[in-house]
């Protein structure tokens, strides 16, 4: 009875913090909510018996994302504010609050008739679902032995359905190249970093390393892997950027480069290694399985955790060239 008591206000409490996300006026507000939602979406996930995706959203959806949505947040004041300065040299009275655009009440009535559809799909599927269906569990743990790995998550993600981690990775790559198109926006003005950040910077750093160092190696084993292990690496890149540090410039051409394109690059090279000789993307030899994970995995982890902390650099040194150009003309 205390089971079903903490499971059901913990599900009410998810939604509520997801309402109140949703419908809060204040940004700031619902970038915290949202990153509370994000912690709580991580406890029922251990509720749910998967400790893997569990880590993966405390360390992305609540953690990382957050900083990338308060960094966000940060720029968009800062171009308001040079907007609305630069409006008021040119308007002799304040203008009018203007009405919403036909279009933008079209998407908001869309969702209003597509998210309660959307749920009620989902409600139907998993209340029509066989009490007794084990899924493709069964069919896991039987070719366990062959996927290199005894973790049951690390052999779906990495071996039985490795295309969908190379596509992943593929996405988090198309991210940065999305980014690094902006070329117009304005550099963050730098301020030297408190002293208590820059210590505690230097005192998680390394702690970070090891955890990520751990996480990599556990996940043939044990919930972990390649992801975790990046949020992880990537969470102590973006501490050290908020401390003041900076990578220098040949840091910034092909060696950030290669790091950001290891985990695809390795994925998409392998998997026409085994279409050739294996005649099956990303099947690999029985007997090279394990070690092939392993290798895939560190790359993987290497681009992940770049990737995520050049998403939170909001504009890197040929942006800032790029700017300095244009702001000359």
């Given at each position: 009875m205390l089971e079903w008591i903490f499971d059901t206000v913990l599900g009410l409490s998810l939604l509520w913090l997801a309402w109140r996300a949703l419908n809060s006026p204040d940004?700031?507000?619902?970038?915290?909510?949202?990153?509370?939602?994000?912690?709580?979406?991580?406890?029922?996930?251990?509720?749910?018996?998967?400790?893997?995706?569990?880590?993966?959203?405390?360390?992305?959806?609540?953690?990382?994302?957050?900083?990338?949505?308060l960094a966000a947040l940060a720029?968009?004041?800062?171009?308001?504010?040079?907007?609305?300065?630069g409006a008021s040299t040119?308007?002799?009275?304040?203008?009018?609050?203007?009405?919403?655009?036909?279009?933008?009440?079209?998407?908001?009535?869309m969702l209003i008739l597509l998210?309660?559809?959307?749920?009620?799909?989902?409600?139907?599927a998993v209340w029509t679902l066989p009490s007794d269906s084990s899924g493709l569990s069964l069919d896991v743990a039987e070719n366990l032995g062959s996927s290199g790995v005894s973790n049951p998550v690390t052999a779906?993600?990495?071996?039985?359905?490795?295309y969908d981690t190379m596509l992943e990775m593929i996405v988090l790559l198309l991210a940065v190249l999305g980014i690094w198109s902006l070329g117009g926006l304005s550099p963050r003005p730098e301020r030297p970093a408190a002293a208590v950040l820059e210590t505690l910077s230097r005192f998680l750093t390394p702690v970070f390393i090891l955890a990520a160092g751990y996480l990599l190696w556990v996940g043939a084993d044990a919930p972990g892997g390649a992801f975790q292990a990046g949020s992880v690496l990537g969470a102590a890149g973006v501490l050290l950027l908020l401390s003041g540090w900076h990578p220098r410039?040949?840091?910034?051409?092909?060696?950030?480069?290669?790091?950001?394109?290891?985990?695809?690059g390795a994925f998409i090279l392998l998997g026409l290694l085994t279409l050739l000789f294996e005649k099956q993307l990303l099947a690999y030899p029985v007997a090279q399985a394990g070690r092939m994970i392993l290798l895939l995995e560190s790359l993987a982890t290497v681009s992940i955790a770049v990737t995520l902390a050049v998403l939170f650099l909001e504009v890197s040194s040929d942006h800032k060239e790029k700017v300095k150009k244009g702001e000359k003309e």
């Open positions: 940004l700031f507000k619902a970038i915290v909510l949202f990153i509370s939602f994000g912690l709580l979406m991580a406890l029922i996930w251990v509720r749910l018996n998967a400790p893997d995706v569990a880590l993966a959203e405390a360390a992305i959806g609540a953690g990382l994302t957050g900083a990338l949505l720029r968009l004041r800062i171009m308001t504010d040079r907007n609305v300065s040119h308007l002799a009275h304040p203008a009018s609050p203007a009405q919403p655009p036909a279009g933008s009440r079209f998407s908001c009535g998210l309660p559809a959307s749920a009620a799909g989902i409600s139907y779906v993600l990495l071996n039985f359905r490795g410039a040949r840091f910034m051409q092909w060696p950030l480069r290669l790091a950001l394109t290891a985990g695809a």
